[in-house]
Nanobody, 119 residues
């Protein structure tokens, strides 16, 4: 059994900052890439940021220079969001490409955490 647990969302004023955390737990052999996605009401889920096991990162153009993704070990990832805008309001989901101890590989998602940016 594998699961991702997110935390850190909430209500923040425009221009403020929020840090999201994601912890993976369970029968994990290795985690490849980890990422953050978001879904705003009436819109499709979109990639926000991704980080590989080697530490390489990539960002959506809309968040470059404002958001930073990081990993502090093999199983935790964070999204530091600065300079928040109203259009960043969404449910944020953690995603991980995981190889389990039985060597099966699967994509996992967290339950999502709401970030609301007020003007």
């Amino acid at each position: 059994q594998v699961h991702l647990v997110e935390s850190g969302g909430g209500l923040v004023q425009a221009g403020g900052s929020v840090r999201l955390s994601c912890a993976a737990a369970g029968t994990i052999f290795r985690i490849n890439a980890m990422g953050w996605y978001r879904q705003a009401p009436g819109k499709q889920r979109e990639l926000v940021a991704i980080i590989t096991s080697g530490g390489s990162t990539d960002y959506a153009d809309s968040v470059k220079g404002r958001f930073t993704i990081s990993r502090d070990n093999a199983k935790n990832t964070y999204l530091q969001m600065n300079g928040l805008k109203n259009e960043d309001t969404a449910v944020y989901y953690c995603n991980a490409d995981i190889i389990k101890t039985d060597l099966s590989r699967q994509d996992y998602w967290g339950q999502g955490t709401q970030v609301t940016v007020s003007i």
